[in-house]
């Protein structure tokens, strides 16, 4: 199978669904693509600085890109996009790319929205961490 038969198959592919463009994937490396779009390097994060109380969200959110956006861009430009360690974006955006573990505040919040989805109509019930 050469490259021209892959390219020329995944036209026709694209044809039978109705597809205007080609489809976008997603792969780790340790090399980042050239002329890719993605966020700035920002703040460091971590789990543990929010553990400790040294996180600066004030800080994080300068730098703030949503991961989603720079996919939007690559995908209308026909590019790359990018994600890292380093070149975050957003908190949300380096978790579930898995650039980092979960941060602390997120079960807290999750937790009190399912509590408050289970109050009785008219109460509202906070839980605490």
């Not at 044809?15 to 780790?28: K, Q, S, T």
């Not at 890719?36 to 543990?48: D, F, H, L, N, Q």
């Not at 790359?80 to 980092?100: D, H, I, K, L, T």
């Not at 937790?111 to 408050?116: C, L």
Request: hydrophobic content about 35%; charged content about 20%; glycine content about 10%.
């Amino acid at each position: 199978m050469t490259m021209q038969s892959i390219i020329q198959g995944t036209a026709t592919f694209m044809d039978y669904l109705g597809l205007g463009e080609e489809p976008f994937g997603v792969y780790y490396t340790d090399t980042k693509p050239e002329n890719a779009y993605g966020p700035k390097v920002g703040t460091p994060i971590s789990r543990e600085l929010e553990d400790k109380g040294e996180l600066d969200m004030q800080e994080v959110m300068k730098t703030f890109n949503c991961v989603m956006g720079s996919v939007w861009l690559a995908r209308k430009k026909h590019g790359a996009a990018f994600n890292s360690n380093e070149e975050y974006g957003c908190v949300g955006g380096a978790y579930y790319c898995s650039m980092m573990k979960p941060p602390s505040q997120i079960h807290r919040v999750l937790r009190i929205h399912r509590i408050r989805r289970r109050a009785p109509a008219g109460r509202t019930v906070y839980a605490g961490a």
